[in-house]
Nanobody, 116 residues
């Protein structure tokens, strides 16, 4: 099983980034997918959720609602996090997580830095 995040980087406040998480080693369409983030000195927090299947239900943390969008492409085994109107407080390492049956898998994370 492997989850590989990409798309992080340095962006100015108000900018946008699109994170990707490519999955392999399990039936991706049957997995619930989540994005988490962890800022220095803080606990890891749940950012966004998308349920399994083609018409995945989505849910967001209040801090990102209206700015971030989670989506999935089951044909590509990939989940995305579109991040708009980024703020300095969005700076963190972003991780994707797959929940597959009773198992959970994590990616290695990708750094997002929002700074002028």
């Amino acid at each position: 099983v492997q989850l590989v995040e990409s798309g992080g980087g340095l962006v100015q406040p108000g900018g946008s980034l699109r994170l990707s998480c490519a999955a392999s080693g399990f039936t991706f369409s049957s997995a619930g997918m989540r994005w988490y983030r962890q800022a220095p000195g803080k606990e890891r927090e749940l950012v966004a959720t998308i349920t399994s299947g083609g018409g995945g239900f989505t849910e967001y943390a209040d801090s990102v609602k209206g700015r971030f969008t989670i989506s999935r492409d089951n044909a590509k085994n990939t989940v995305y996090l579109q991040m708009n109107s980024l703020k300095p407080e969005d700076t963190a390492v972003y991780y994707c997580k797959a929940s597959y049956g009773l198992r959970a898998y994590w990616g290695q994370g990708t750094q997002v830095t929002v700074s002028s």
